[in-house]
């Protein structure tokens, strides 16, 4: 569904893209109708009862929406996509975030518009009628589709300053993991019922192509499973590996025939077209819990860019809360998410990746240090916001 009001379909003449605070570079002057922001953020505004995210948003005064929506203000992305943001049929949810949150001031950022959203069902919640977590009953959280409390908890949307491509957008929520040529799904753990009926997205994976000035950008969004709450068979790792796969298959010329999205169209992203891949993928490219490299098969792809998005936050961070920072091998001024101190520590799992028909002009982490009075807003555990950053790159289109 895109969700469009008539006082703002209009509205989409770039916009200047301001810094984002003192401690982080400021960005490029865009060439305009070329350049844009792009931006992922798992802002956690995820509820454990259906119906509670409408609740929250209807009225202006919740504590966590306002700051989630003013780092979006102070990032000022023109294409953002939201982690974490229950799915509720008919957008209600999203016109509620965008009418009091970030259409409204905060401490002095500017509001922000965005007339143009994508939304649509997560597997999360939805029953699959089997057994996916073996232990003899069927039903709950561990036997849906993807782990939920409800239908379309821990959902998505995509936000866009530029006009979304309605009749141009893939879904693939429906696609079944056995159907993916050489997966590392446990045949051991899933029974063959269980095999015939278990998606692959643990939510969904988006194609979401954005008119950008003359041109076609082509926004891949998803959330892999996190690959932890297993056990031994690894059923989660083995899943959050193949969700990102997905991706690196979709874009790479002949990998991709074996997809299919949920009108039954068949084949991956035509090899001339732009795009960027955003979104919390779980996984690190140098610790955690992933299995098998997962995030590498993106990072690794010759028709994929990595801006190497930084903050002096994350490596105050590291530094200051010590645990199992000390022993990572990955530098931590790439981190997107404050995790516990004692596992997994502080990791990289949020990504704005590109294709190699744009140029990186910038690219940052919204992870402000201590000292910055914006810091309020990132802080510490209980966080004001969320345990992930929003994470930010500035392109400009070849």
Not at 290 to 310: C, E, F, M, W
């Amino acid at each position: 569904m895109n969700l469009t009001r008539a006082a703002l379909i209009g509205a989409t003449a770039l916009l200047t893209l301001a810094p984002l605070t003192a401690a982080s570079s400021a960005s490029a002057q865009p060439d305009r109708g070329e350049s844009l922001r792009v931006a992922t953020y798992n802002l956690s505004l995820n509820r454990n009862v259906a119906g509670q995210l409408v609740s929250d948003l209807s009225t202006p005064d919740n504590a966590q929406a306002k700051a989630v929506a003013e780092v979006i203000q102070r990032a000022n992305p023109d294409v953002v996509l939201l982690n974490e943001f229950d799915y509720v049929e008919g957008g209600a949810a999203v016109d509620l975030f965008r009418d009091n949150y970030l259409e409204v001031p905060h401490n002095g950022a500017a509001a922000v518009e965005y007339p143009y959203v994508f939304v649509a069902p997560s597997n999360t919640g939805i029953p699959s009628g089997v057994d996916l977590n073996n232990d003899g009953a069927v039903g709950g959280g561990d036997d849906a589709y993807g782990f939920g409390l409800f239908p379309g908890q821990y959902g998505m949307v995509v936000l866009s300053k530029y006009p979304i491509q309605t009749d141009g957008v893939r879904t693939f929520q429906n696609f079944l993991w056995q159907d993916m040529p050489g997966n590392v799904l446990p045949t051991d753990w899933y029974s063959p019922a269980e095999q015939d009926v278990l998606r692959l997205s643990s939510k969904s994976h988006w194609d979401v192509p954005v008119t950008v000035g003359k041109r076609t950008v082509h926004v891949l969004a998803a959330h892999p499973t996190p690959p932890t709450f297993d056990g031994p068979e690894d059923r989660n790792g083995r899943r959050n590996h193949d969700e990102i796969r997905f991706w690196a298959d979709y874009v790479t010329p002949g990998q991709g025939r074996y997809i299919y999205d949920d009108a039954g169209t068949r084949g991956g992203l035509n090899p001339s077209e732009s795009f960027v891949i955003l979104g919390d993928y779980n996984a690190d490219p140098a610790d955690g819990d992933s299995y098998d490299g997962a995030i590498h098969q993106l990072l690794g792809n010759k028709r994929i860019v990595d801006p190497l998005a930084t903050s002096e936050g994350a490596v105050e961070a590291a530094r200051l809360q010590g645990g199992a920072n000390l022993t990572h091998e990955g530098d931590p001024k790439y981190d997107t998410a404050d995790f516990a101190d004692g596992a997994p520590g502080n990791l990289r799992v949020d990504y704005t990746l590109l294709s190699r028909s744009f140029t990186v002009n910038d690219a940052g982490v919204f992870w402000p240090v201590l000292a910055d009075p914006l810091s309020r807003l990132t802080g510490v555990f209980p966080f004001p916001t969320s345990d992930h950053r929003l994470v930010w790159a500035d392109v400009t289109l070849r």
